[in-house]
C-alpha cells in the first residue's frame, strides 16, 4: 500500500482558540484517560524519535555511506528514508544518491517497539519546535499506518507565541497533572514544565562537522535497540505510570493524583536503589584496599561482608 495513501489523520493546533477550548477539552479527556488507566505522554520528534538533515548538510562522508550497502538495506527496511517536500506531502523514497533539496531521516533504534508498548499506557501528543509540514511528514515515517497518531494533537512552531520559541503545555490538551514529557532537550521548555521533562540522550545518527562528537554512522554502527535509550526510556515510562496508579484499594480517587508527583517518587527510589549499590560497590572497594594493605604489612586478612577478620601471624614492630 502506498505509504501517501496510509497518512495519519493529523489534528493541527495553529488556527484553535486555545483558550476556551483546551479547559474543555481537558476535563472532557481526564476522565476518559484515568477510566482507562493511561496517561498522556507528550513527545518530541528531532533528536528523540528521529535524525533528520537535508542532503545539503551531509558530509561527504555520510553521503558516502548512503550509497553504500549499508545505507541501501536500512533505505530497503523502512528505518532510513530520503525525501522532500514536493510530491503533494507525501514521502517518498528516493535513489541513494539524493539531492541537495532533499531531506534525510533515520528512525530511532526500537521505535517501533517503544510507541507500540508505550501505546497500551499512555495517550500520544507531539510537540516539536519544527513546522507543520515538516511534523507531518515525520509522522508518515513513524506510523505509516496510522496506528499512534491518527487522531494524536501535534503542536509545532507556528503554534507558538513566545519569543524565543519556548515549549508549554499551556498548549496541549491534557491536564497538566497527567502529562508527561519525552525530548532531548529540558532547556526548550517553559521552566513551569521542567518537572514534567524525562530527559533522553539526543539520537545523532548523521554526522555533524561542527561537533566533535562521532556520529553513528561515522562509527558505522547505530544505538542498541535492546539497551539503547528509547528501551532505557520506555522502562522508566512504565515506572511512573505504576508508581502513579498504584494507590490502595478504596483510595482509587485518581483526580487528585499529579504525575509530577510520581516521576519525583520514582527518582527517589532509583536514587536510593542507586545509593545502595554505590554504597555497597564503595565498601567493597574499601574492604579489598584494606586487605591489600595488611597483606603488604605481612598480615592475613579474611574479608566476610562488610566485617573485616584479621589473622595475625606475628608481630608488626
Ligand atoms: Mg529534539
Redesign the pocket.
Known sequence: MAVQNLKPNVISSSSIHYADLIKSVRDKNLKSLLARKKLHLVL?????LLHSSTMLKLTKYDRDYLQRSVGVKLIEEKKLFQWNFQRNDSVTCLPARGRNDHWVTKLRPNVETFLKEASAVFEFSIF??GTCKYARKMLDLLDPEGLYFAHSQVITREDIRSKPLKKGLDLVWAHERVVLVV???KE?WKDDNAKSVIKIA?YEFFDDESSNKKSWSRNWADESEKYGELARVLRELKKIHKEFYNVEEGQDDYESRDVRDAIEEVKRKFFLQGTKEGMSKHAQETINEIDECFKSMGLNCRTNGPNVILQTNHMVM
Open positions: 518530541d520528534l528531532d533528536n528523540t516539536t519546535l525530548d532531548d532537550l526548550v539526543p
